[in-house]
């Protein structure tokens, strides 16, 4: 089973639009979901993030990675992860028909992944790690994995879904300890204490979507800008890359990292 591939890790801007079918692409079914990325370089000298699109007739499965700014080497990094949620995508999706293989598959994927980069990661390579997030859209049901602190949400009226980062201060939002906006400028914001390619961790989602929901899966360099409030218009775009530009745009002139976001738009 073959479809529309995107994949896109270098500087400036990229933009895809694919659209998914209805079951096996049926000729005449509407559509359920269109779907685009957009990632900027921004001030960074070069793009450590890297994102991948794969449209089926009967599923999508996108995925967005952050190489480590802080360790060697995160493009590369980043680029091995999305290579390999390529690589297992060519098996095509339609093998997975429950909740329980279909998260199956995604975590063998970002095991997959961490351990090729811990093979790999000889040299001046030592020490790169990456983020990864990856969503399966299979009609209505929504599948993500997700490793570090790219995240997935899922916007209806407002947020009513998203992941769980793996930093220390996440740890201490979920304590109570302090609130989501103080997180947002806590010096320990972007500490991870897991991630592809180090201390390795995955937690798995299954949701089932409702008409005209939003699926964003975005790196820290668009999230960690934003307070939110954008969200909240994105139902009065008509396709997904109008949603991806929009909210790129929003937090371009005041992040100073690449930004990433990937948008499904289900109807």
Known sequence: ?????????????????????????????????????????????????????????????FAVADGMGGLPHGDVASGIAIDTVKNFSEEGLSLFQHEKEMKAFLVKIHETAHKR???EARGDLFGMGTTLTTAVLNRNRLYIANSGDSRAYVVGDG?????????????????????????????????LYGYVGGNFVVDTYSLELSEYDIVIL???????????????SLRDYTHSNHIAQSLV????????????????RFR
């Open 1 to 61: 089973m073959y479809g529309d591939i995107l994949e896109v890790s270098d500087s400036g801007l990229m933009e895809k639009t694919g659209g998914c079918q209805g079951p096996a692409g049926a000729a005449g079914v509407k559509r359920l979901y269109d779907i685009s990325g957009v990632s900027v370089q921004g001030r960074r000298p070069k793009n450590e993030d890297t994102f991948y699109i794969r449209d089926f007739g009967d599923a999508c499965i």
């Open 117 to 119: 980069i811990i093979d």
């Open 159 to 191: 947020i009513r879904f998203r992941t769980t980062d793996h930093t220390q201060i996440q740890k201490l939002v979920d304590a109570g300890s302090i609130s989501e906006n103080e997180a947002r400028f806590h010096p320990l914001r972007n500490s």
């Open 218 to 232: 975005c790196t820290d360099g668009f999230y960690a800008y934003t307070t939110g409030i954008e969200f909240f």
């Open 249 to 264: 745009n929003s937090v371009i002139a005041k992040s100073d990292d690449n930004v990433t976001v990937i948008a499904a």
